[in-house]
């Protein structure tokens, strides 16, 4: 077991000018978590996700990635912890004039030197893993919006990255969709190992997959430690059983 945590956030604000969104946040994500980062709309989820993969820098502290302070390390080191990170943003972010294949292939392309047909063998793999097996040559035009999300899935884990950071998975999708990719997220942590850090709202994606979490509060700007999210909603902080019980006591 690695002597330090997989990613740990230490004194970390976030702020736009003089509007502070998040202070003092503290917290711990071990090697294999399905981590949570939860809370209402506007609380700071993204913002939070943001300064955890390096495209915005926070106001104050920092975060390390197996004991490394990503945000006070030569750019060529940022660059290096990156490639640690699968990241799939909201709506899956897929380039619309490229095929599913081409869209996994960019990471391979522009990280690796592989030769084009080990990429082709890699991205069809990833594609198989996400249930796309035979989509290669499809447009994310031509797919549902679940299928969609598997794809960016599938890019951010072109790389064989060791943390997968997964920003509102289950937005703007059916439930049993959603469930599938709740299903899907479960099976990649097992089968690849990989630590997930999960940004959200959705109530029955949190109840399902996390393991620990954390709760943003737009009231007071900071945090709520709350573990796992199972035991949250029976005996944490009253504000957090609130949320995870849609206010129903």
Known sequence: MDAAPHIEVRDLAMAYGDFVVQRDLNFVVNKGDIFVIMGGNGCGKT????????????????????????????????????????????????????????????????????PAGRIAEIVSFKLALVGLAGFEEFYPSEL??????????????????????????????????????????LELRDSLGATIVVVTHELASILTIGNNSVFLD?????MIATGNPQEAIRSGDPKVRYFLSRGVT
């Open 47 to 114: 913002t939070l996700m943001r300064a955890l993969i390096g495209l915005q820098r926070p106001a104050t502290g920092t975060v390390f990635y197996s004991g490394e302070d990503f945000w006070n390390v030569p750019l060529p080191d940022q660059e290096r912890l990156k490639r640690r990170l699968g990241v799939m943003f909201q709506g899956g972010a897929l380039w619309s004039s490229l095929t599913l294949a081409e869209n996994v292939a960019l990471p391979l392309t522009e990280y690796t030197g592989l």
């Open 144 to 185: 549902s919006g679940g299928m969609r999300k598997r794809a960016g899935l599938a890019r951010a884990m072109a790389l064989d990255p060791e943390i997968l950071v997964i920003d509102e998975p289950s937005s703007g999708l059916d439930p049993l969709t959603a469930r599938r990719l709740d299903d899907l997220i």
């Open 218 to 222: 737009a009231d007071t700007h900071t």
